[in-house]
């Protein structure tokens, strides 16, 4: 037997919990320290206030396990790279080189940017290399140990585990190196009198090679046979653990988080460890039916079995009690973070009882055909002699700066001091600045700025029947950028249009063509939390058939481009091969059915972003949209080595928007004629990776004028026609 861990593990606890603060103080704090308007000592002082108030309600509900280490003041990804020494060499001489990786500063880019598995939450990308010295920086975790301690609580650090941090920074082959800091790491925590550590290792529930698999075994075997180190805990989540499984349960780890909400309960016999057992869904907004956890934890083998949430918390919001506006008998039937806290509580004091639980069966649909378009030839030269474009057309992705003035109209309309029209009135002029910004800046295809708009999904949820938006329902997306995901709780239907009225009035405005800007069906869904009592194909195609009548009304009403946007396409891709190729098929035929209605000399375009896109690229060819956009410039163009059999048009993005940085028009052409040696310019459009709602307007018009400058230049260059 091992000689670890020194104490039993708790009976609950949760994988982590909501950093942000209950009202976005960590956001306001982080916004307020970049803006230059307060120190580095203050903003710290705010992330730890959100600590104590953290920590004393997670007690105070009764949870036993804490965990510490969770926060973070942009990313757990950045704080590993950091925790490790994983600070590229470009980084370390500017002024603050852990926001210089996340956000870049004026002359230097940031690192790379996409999201955390199958989640909308974004993680800063490792950068690796051969050259990579690794040394351990272990203030953080240490520190808030010692932090919690003063307040009077036992914390258990939560630290990315080294296959996965490894993994995601493409780099296995430095495992003996990184192994050594960890090492480190937990012989530190063990000198700190820490009785658990938790190594998050959500890559091992995707396929894994032989080559990994081997990894595990070789990192969880040298950590455990330190002859001092706390116990350790491997979490895995957001789905089955599979082969790795058996190759942790042969090494000398003490406790393994298995998801029950998304993985079945394993067969395999636990006998001589403790299973975290995650049967309170860490990624919905639905309380927990108490017979099927039940009846979970029961069927596990395992000598010991903790109640615990199936991932950390912090992909759903803080308290459903913040949610006055909520039909009640919606409310009852919801539970955030709080809620979710509450019922692992409850279920680790239950008797662990095996309740039979049967899950109502569902009968699927018959695959949907959706309505064909004509074959994209046909439609290109239709819209070549409509639209008549010049060569490399340039673009944006849809919105424009969400200024202070727009936020606070919102803000009035909703107390009721400014009317309907007052702030429609607002509305349309925002539109009219950004149309003649555009104009003066010389963009192709114009947008109006989307200034109506609180979300991409929120402000169609607004409108749409079956559901429901919360008033402080905020959620973590990446750094300060935090979302209200809608609550999608019955069947949808489109009242009257959404959009009509303010893509006709900014048409008016410019005889340069204006895109409708439409949220596509997958990515409604994907960043809502969608009701539990249909497949997820179902509820999408309800959502298609929405968007689709949208796309009618708007074509009828003379738009001639219409942008239905999927950045979440690669994002819901399941995790494992077997079950992705019965996805992309239906996901595919949700937006084909969405946009089907659409005639010829319509122009119909999409956008991906910061997701990986370029492992997908045969079923965004499957959209069948006239022309896609997607991110390009923040990962250093990698999307331009799988495009060559790409049949449409293509806008891979020249401009960063995450980073407050301008692009300088060299770098922008340079970036343009890397596309240019990738794809024939015909098919080559020019645009940013993403929407500009983050971005101030001065930072706006530098960058878009650069991007501007640059086509020029290229286009110079371009035969036959030269401009």
């Known amino acids: 037997m091992s000689p670890f861990p020194k104490s039993p593990f708790p009976v609950s606890t949760v994988l982590g919990y909501p950093r942000i603060g209950p009202r976005r103080e960590l956001k306001r704090a982080l916004e307020s320290y970049w803006d230059g308007r307060s120190s580095r000592a203050e903003l710290e002082r705010v992330g730890a206030d959100i600590r104590e108030r953290t920590w004393r309600r997670l007690a105070e509900l009764g949870l036993e396990g804490l965990p510490s280490n969770t926060f973070s003041l942009y990313d757990q990804v950045l704080d590993t790279a950091v925790l490790l020494g994983a600070v590229p060499a470009r980084y370390r001489e500017a002024g603050d080189p852990y926001f210089a990786m996340a956000r870049g500063t004026e002359g230097l880019a940031p ?11 974004h993680y800063i990308v490792p950068e690796i290399g051969p050259d990579t010295v690794f040394k351990l920086d272990a203030a953080k975790p240490l520190s808030e ?16 585990g080294p296959v996965t941090f490894l993994l995601l920074g493409s780099a296995l082959e430095r495992l003996d190196d990184v192994l050594a800091c960890y090492e480190e790491l937990l012989s530190a925590l063990a000198a700190e009198g820490v009785a658990w550590v938790q190594l998050d290792e959500p890559a091992l529930v995707g396929d894994r090679t032989a080559e990994e698999l081997a990894a595990v075994r070789t990192a969880y075997s040298r950590l455990g046979s330190l002859a001092t180190r706390p116990g350790l805990f491997v979490a895995s989540y957001f789905g089955d653990l599979g082969e790795a499984l058996p190759v942790l349960a042969e090494t000398p780890v003490e406790a393994i988080g298995i998801d029950l909400v998304r993985g079945a309960v394993p067969a395999l016999d636990l006998t001589g460890k403790t299973v975290v057992a995650g049967v309170v869904s860490g990624r919905d907004v639905w309380r927990t039916p108490p017979g099927r956890a039940l009846a979970a934890l ?21 308290d459903v009690e913040a949610e006055p506006d909520l039909d009640p008998a919606l409310k009852g039937r919801l539970a955030f973070a709080e809620q979710k806290v509450a019922e692992v509580v409850a279920l680790a004091r239950s008797p662990l009882r095996d309740a039979p639980h049967t899950a109502p069966s569902v009968a699927l649909p018959a695959p949907v055909v959706p309505e064909e378009r004509s074959p994209y030839a046909v439609r290109a030269a239709a819209q070549a002699e409509h639209l008549r474009l010049p060569a490399l057309p340039i673009t944006t992705i849809g919105s424009f700066p969400q200024t202070g003035s727009l936020r606070a109209a919102r803000a009035a309309v909703a107390s009721g001091t400014l009317s309907q029209a007052g702030y429609e009135r607002q509305v349309e002029a925002e539109i009219e600045r950004v149309i003649r910004v555009q104009e003066r800046l010389g963009l192709d295809v114009l947008v109006h700025g989307e200034p109506e708009r609180n979300d991409m999904v ?49 048409q008016s405005l410019t005889d340069k063509p204006v895109k409708g800007m439409l949220t596509g069906p997958v990515t409604i869904v994907a960043w809502s ?4 009592d249909l497949p997820l194909r179902d509820v999408v195609f309800q959502v298609a058939d929405a968007v689709r009548e949208e796309v009618r009304d708007l074509e009828a009403a ?6 239905v946007d999927e950045p979440a396409l690669r994002e819901l891709l399941p995790l494992r091969r077997a079950a992705q190729a019965d996805y992309l098929e239906w996901a595919v035929a949700a937006y084909r059915r969405a946009t089907s209605g659409a005639g010829d000399r319509t122009q119909i375009h999409t956008h991906l972003c910061y997701s990986d896109a370029d492992q997908i690229l045969a079923a965004i060819d499957g959209l069948d949209a006239d022309v896609t956009t997607i991110e390009s410039a923040r990962s250093g163009a990698r999307i331009l080595g799988t495009v060559g059999t790409f049949g449409r048009g293509l806008g891979p993005g020249v401009y960063d928007i995450h980073s407050p940085r301008v692009p300088a028009t060299a770098e922008v052409e340079d970036l343009l004629r890397r596309t240019l040696s990738a794809l024939p310019a015909e098919q080559v459009w020019v645009n940013p990776d ?7 307007y001065e930072e706006v018009e530098a960058s878009l004028a650069n991007v501007v400058a ?14």
Request: glycine share 8%; net charge positive; hydrophobic share 35%.
């Open 558 to 563: 003379g738009v001639s481009v219409i942008q």
């Open 529 to 532: 939390f969608i009701r539990d």
């Open 458 to 506: 929120q402000y169609f949820a607004e409108h749409l029947d079956g559901f429901a938006v919360t008033r402080n329902g905020w959620v973590q997306s990446y750094g300060s950028r935090c979302t209200r995901p809608p609550i999608l709780h019955g069947d949808v239907g489109r009242p009257s249009p959404i959009t009509v009225r303010w893509a006709t009035y900014a």
């Open 690 to 696: 993403c929407g500009l709602k983050t971005r101030t």
């Open 145 to 160: 140990v010692r932090e919690a301690r003063a307040l009077g609580h036992e914390t258990r650090p939560v630290v990315v």
């Open 710 to 723: 640059a086509t020029r230049r290229v286009r110079a260059d371009l035969e036959p026609s030269g401009a």
């Open 111 to 121: 690192l790379r940017m996409t999201k955390w598995f199958d989640t909308n939450y």
């Open 298 to 318: 029961g069927a596990v083998r395992a000598s010991e079995v903790v109640v615990s949430t199936s991932c950390s918390l912090l992909h759903v919001p803080y």
